[in-house]
């Protein structure tokens, strides 16, 4: 039989504190990207690199955030362990991967379409990674129309994303950008959690294995929630990741180097002046 799907069972909660993850995921993943741009002499690499996990973190935490909320009248729901470490392995590769290609190769259009291709379809395999993680007394179904509009979502969601990252230097533009995001990543979630359908076993009983969802996910977010703030720590106390390129003009230009012929010559003195004189 069809089972009830409720994927709001704690009212609004689950939805505004998955979002607002997903935002201060991108919000920090953002700066940290900006912060490779604006100072080619840093370590760019890790810049990259803690911009990536930050994105990776936002969007996997926002996921199973939300899935705290989701819920089948007719059967428990429990998670595995494996593959959900699993799908937040893969979204802060698959984020790392397009991060890497438009941080070194700049923002072109080819660059973009397929660094966005790439990331967007890496959000949607954490998605779906995710929803296999599940253990339940039944089937899980989705709607085909439903799963191709939220692996459309995710694509230009990440597109969009990592245009950001390359083109927005200011604070609170980065700010905006990140709300944006928050919007699109939330809305590949629940489109995607629309499609989805549940046929129960009518046979009872049956015991399978796995977590319940509270105590496995809610200790499993606690490390990446701990990473986003310790990265929000960094971005605090980085001068040129707050202010962006106000930051960076404070410290004046190196002026062109001056040439050998432009050494001024030494002063001659008086004696040294008589002397030459006498000698003629």
Same mark, same amino acid.
């Given at each position: ?17 998955? $979002?607002?993850?997903?935002?201060? !995921? ?34 996997? +935490?926002?996921?199973?955030? %939300? ?51 790439? +990331? ?7 998605? $779906? ?12 179904? $989705? ?13 230009? %969601? ?11 230097? *200011? ?12 919007? %699109? ?37 606690? !490390? ?6 310790? %990265? *929000? ?48």
């Amino acid at each position: 039989m069809e089972g009830t799907v409720d994927g709001f069972r704690y009212g609004a909660v689950t939805p505004v504190a998955a $979002y607002l993850m997903a935002c201060l !995921g991108g919000a920090l993943g953002l700066r940290c990207i900006v912060r490779s741009l604006l100072n080619t002499r840093s370590f760019k690499p890790g810049w990259l690199a803690l911009g990536a996990a930050s994105i990776g973190c936002g969007i996997w +935490t926002m996921h199973f955030i %939300a899935m705290t909320g989701f819920h089948v009248e007719e059967t428990r729901v429990r998670y595995d362990a494996a593959t959900t470490v699993l799908s937040l392995v893969v979204a802060v590769v698959v984020v790392g991967i397009g991060v890497f290609i438009v941080g070194y190769r700049g923002p072109g259009r080819v660059t973009l379409a397929v660094a966005g291709v790439v +990331t967007g379809l890496g959000v949607a395999a954490m998605h $779906y990674l995710g929803m296999a993680a599940m253990r339940l007394h039944g089937d899980i179904g $989705y709607h085909p129309v439903g799963v191709v509009l939220s692996v459309l979502i995710a694509i230009a %969601a990440a597109t969009a994303a990592l245009w950001s990252a390359v083109t927005i230097r *200011g604070l609170l533009t980065s700010l905006g950008a990140s709300l944006v995001m928050g919007v %699109a990543v939330s809305g590949m979630h629940y489109t995607g959690m629309a499609a989805v359908s549940v046929h129960v076993h009518d046979t009872a009983g049956g015991t399978w294995e796995g977590d319940s969802p509270l105590s496995l996910l809610l200790p499993m977010l606690l !490390g990446p929630v701990v990473f986003l703030l310790l %990265a *929000g720590v960094v971005i605090m106390f980085d001068p040129l990741l707050v202010h962006g390129e106000r930051a960076g003009n404070r410290n004046p230009a190196p002026g062109p180097a001056r040439s050998a012929d432009a050494i001024p010559a030494p002063r001659t003195s008086w004696h040294d002046t008589d002397s030459h004189a006498r000698g003629r």
